[in-house]
């Protein structure tokens, strides 16, 4: 469908269901991926910036080829010359080539050298059919040649009608000339309509609909007009995100919730059952919990911390101090061995009247349904599980406080769904991935935070060493050293079994190898597809010291707590996000005993892998290595898995080169607050009814 019929059609509007664009009752395979992307109204098209706007040039000659600028030339085929590209291989294993394309001028009797890389076999034959062709790209010089590397053929695609070139990245498989086109069908009165979000604006300059027309190259613009309209839409996101934030946190504080009070008989006792002293941290993050479950709303508190800081014994006295009242409580893990490592401790420290369950995924199906009795009469005061905590089946008789270990490892969703199954239920969450304060503002302004960062007495720190090839049977040999003073190794690689594609290390591999070196010792190994049973098992025989090395994929990241676990060696390292890599390094070191971490690296890696890696060697600062990791990774990639509702889907903002705009739409909110708080807050109200609001201040 033209973009001059459907500009007729009054019915299509921004907030228009994507497929509104389909010419036809049977949507394109193009729209409907770019729908499973989340891309649903045609108004989400807009976030879909091009990665390149400018003046399509015209045709010249090739001697006026500069090196760096954009050029449009045309000429005929001279010769064709295809060499192996070796180690590269496409679709079906098939062998790819590199190719040399050589170029006569129309214009004059000019060359011009064509290099195209990684071509299937195909790529002669289609290219030699062609007579005259025309070529575009930006020229660059090689051993003293100017050439032009992966130019676009006969580039009529990318050019709109007005002479702008518009290129549009990838979404979800849809190539950006198809991303292109689908963008032209929205109809042209469209981009003159302003948007039907609802939004909250401070400065009357920022005109949405305008700012997107010059960034789609939908209207010409000057750099500056380009750079004004990228920092008004920036300014938009903040403010459109921020305002969720807020709405969620006054959506919270309008909720009742039950004030528990603490006992202090059964606080001190409480205390006297455990075997270590609190720290001073502990004991200023206990006191701010302890307030949070006294005021009548329900507490929204994360406590974060390095890994053995002490987070779990907070959660366990904020749990007993409820169970005391008569509320209940439900801690929810990431894994069962997680779960099954808490419900042993609550075992040991909590009074026998508070008897924990403990509700896994392998629980059979009988003991479910035993839990679930108990838990819905309120005989179960605290339970202990994972996932299996928010099925529906699961229901409470008072529940009261909800615990969630790990929070990185959860959905918002999920986190929600667990503690809608009480009134006005208390929730804490524990974080041992420290969040940078940057993140915090942005992501987390709903929460109340705390920060343990004291580690209790005793520990004797952990080294980090980074291991190449030179150093890797000094490694081993020292590996060998720990062993015969009776401590524990963790090893830990990316894969289970071996890829055709991916050159890394995996669990088969290494068992084998390190059985031939280590064959004294007892060796086993950990992944995912094990069955739960055989897990716990394995997990138990490593706390029992029955196995000396274990070899795990990623899974031992949490979960696991040996004190004579000494050596954690993480081979491919590059491959993990610098949060995991400290995480899993946070698994030793816990006991009396030094730790030791090896981060093994003995195939060729880029300098950029290499500074990271020294990231991990040189510090052991979580919050330093968070922000470091946040850095590289950017906000939505900082804990490795989606945390849906959390943060903005549409990121053209950037919490790092944008914060001095961050800054200023918190003081603008600041400002609104103090102004006009009453019409602010029945805004946010609004927002957390996911009401919509039109409103200018």
Known sequence: MSSKKLSTN????????????????????????????????????????????????????????????????????LGLDLSPAFGKRGKGRVQLFNATVTVKDSISEEIAVLKFFNTYPSFKKQFESKKAFSFMGVPNVYKGSIQITNPKIDPKDVQSSDGMLVEYPTVNGVSGRLVKGIVEKIPDALWDTELSTPTLVINQDIVLHRSFSILHGRVSSTKEEREKAKKDIIYWEFFHDQLKVHARKTANKSLKAPKIAWDDKSYTGFLKSLPYTLTQDQCEVVAQVKKDMTQGSPMMRMVQGDVGCGKTTVAFLAMAMTAEQGGQVAMMCPTESLALQHFQTLNQVLPEKFKPELLLGSTKPSRK?????????????????????????????????CIIDEQHKFGVEQRHKLSLKGDGVHTLIMSATPIPRTLQMAQYGDLDISTIRTMPSGRKGIKTRIVTEGTYEKYLSFIKTRLALKEQVYIVVPAISESEVLDITHVQGIETEYKKYFSEHSIECLHGKLKPEEKQRIFKDFSSQKIDILISTSVVEVGVNVPSATVMSIYNPERFGLSSLHQLRGRVGRGDRPGFCFLVSTQRISPESMNRLKVIEQSVDGFHIAEADLKNRGEGDLFGVSQSGMISTKKVASIFEHFDIFDQVNKDIAKIAKARPDELNDILVAIAKDQKVSSTI
């Open 10 to 77: 009054k019915n299509i509007l921004w907030d228009s269901d994507l497929l509104s664009l389909s010419k036809t009752s049977r949507p394109s395979q193009s729209l409907l991926k770019l729908k499973d992307a989340g891309i649903e109204k045609i108004e989400d098209l807009l976030w879909v910036l091009p990665l390149r706007v400018q003046s399509a040039p015209s045709i010249r000659p090739f001697h006026q080829m500069q090196e760096g600028e954009l050029f449009l030339g045309e000429g005929t085929l």
């Open 369 to 401: 349904k035993e839990i679930y009795a108990s838990l819905e009469s309120g005989s179960c005061q605290v339970v202990i599980g994972t996932h299996s905590l928010i099925q529906d089946s699961v229901k409470f008789n008072n529940l009261q406080l």
